[in-house]
């Protein structure tokens, strides 16, 4: 169904719209609702994608290139529940990791949390692991200016592109002791594994981020 509101509008594969936060209040308005097949999962790729959608992603591939960094990636329709992200489990072989924005009540303070995808979030434990008052989840409209990403798309690789001090990174110890780290790339339809000691030891210390583990 997605694909027809698309082509009624217009719009191309390529097209930016897609990472939208307006595409993604459509997909969830018309599209959710009455989903029932499973989501479109391309065969596993090994390089970039032929066009970039985002500035985000282009520096994720870009960044993967410059530091030798092997990925494994699917193309999908944009991913709006639990099963959608089974499915791309399934395909990449991995357990994507789930990436919350965070944030105070004053929203003065901001946190990128990174989890395990079937673990849930408490915000009294996450509160009392870094002595914090409890935080809540991030407004959607800070997505796009804070982390270049859209509803669904949440990612690690913010840090590549983010400012220093834009927000805390803050990472699950369970994540970090996994094999394999899978995330998507910035957009909504396209997911990626990488080995974790690869993220840890070659790609964040590029950045302006240190992980807190708890």
Request: aromatic share 10%.
């Amino acid at each position: 169904m997605h694909r027809r509101l698309n082509q009624s509008a217009g719009l191309s594969k390529d097209s930016d719209f897609y990472d939208s936060p307006e595409y993604s209040q459509l997909i969830r308005t018309f599209v959710l609702p009455y989903r029932t097949e499973m989501i479109h999962t391309s065969e596993i790729m090994t390089t970039p994608p032929e066009t970039f959608r985002t500035e985000l992603q282009k520096q994720v591939y870009k960044t993967l290139d410059s530091l030798s960094v092997p990925f494994w990636r699917i193309d999908n329709d944009p991913a709006v529940t639990m099963e959608d992200c089974r499915a791309i489990d399934a395909r990449l072989d991995v357990s994507t990791v789930k990436t919350l924005l965070l944030c105070n009540r004053q929203q003065t303070m901001y946190y990128l949390y990174v989890t395990a995808g079937d673990k849930p979030f408490v915000t009294k434990d996450f509160g009392h692991a870094l002595g914090i008052s409890r935080v809540s989840f991030a407004p959607q409209d800070q997505l796009v200016p804070m982390l270049g990403t859209v509803l669904g798309a949440t990612t690690v690789f913010s840090t590549l592109l983010a400012p220093e001090g834009s927000f805390t990174l803050v990472m699950d110890k369970e994540v970090t002791q996994s094999p394999w780290y899978g995330c998507t790339d910035g957009t909504t339809t396209c997911y990626m594994k990488i080995r974790t000691a690869d993220l840890m030891e070659k790609i964040l210390p590029t950045t302006a981020f240190t992980p807190i583990l708890i």
